[in-house]
């Protein structure tokens, strides 16, 4: 059972920036695709960004191209979420996830084998 925990959620303005970590074993990184999604109140979870095989490829929702940057640390075995330039409709708790080889396409919550408890982020105007 692989453990993901995020932290680094908060409260900001429009405006500001967050950055979130996903601390995972060392088996996990090895194994599994890492992904940030996101659930805003009322909707359902959805992508925000990830990894592709390779640790290297890197993919984004159009919601947050541009403003988002996900990176990792392969010898402390954490992702991380850089957030920036931060909008009320980012608003919401954000989920780190596993995803397990040939389970899916990178965007898909159903590809994801393992979740994080997610973190709160808030963005006020």
């Known amino acids: 059972q692989a453990q993901l925990v995020e932290s680094g959620g908060g409260s900001v303005q429009a405006g500001g920036s967050l950055s979130l970590s996903c601390a995972a074993s060392?088996?996990?990184?090895?194994?599994?695709?890492m992904g940030w999604f996101r659930q805003a109140p009322g909707k359902e979870r959805e992508f925000v960004s990830g990894?592709?095989?390779?640790?290297?490829?890197?993919s984004y929702s159009d919601s947050v191209k541009g403003r988002f940057t996900i990176s990792r640390d392969n010898a402390k075995f954490t992702v991380f979420l850089q957030m920036a330039n931060l909008r009320p409709e980012d608003t919401g708790v954000y989920y780190c996830a596993a995803r397990g080889r040939g389970r899916g396409a990178i965007y898909s919550e159903s590809a994801y084998d393992y979740w994080g408890r997610g973190t709160q982020v808030t963005v006020s105007s």
């Open positions: 990894f592709g095989w390779s640790g290297v490829m890197t």
């Open positions: 060392a088996r996990t990184f090895s194994s599994y695709a």
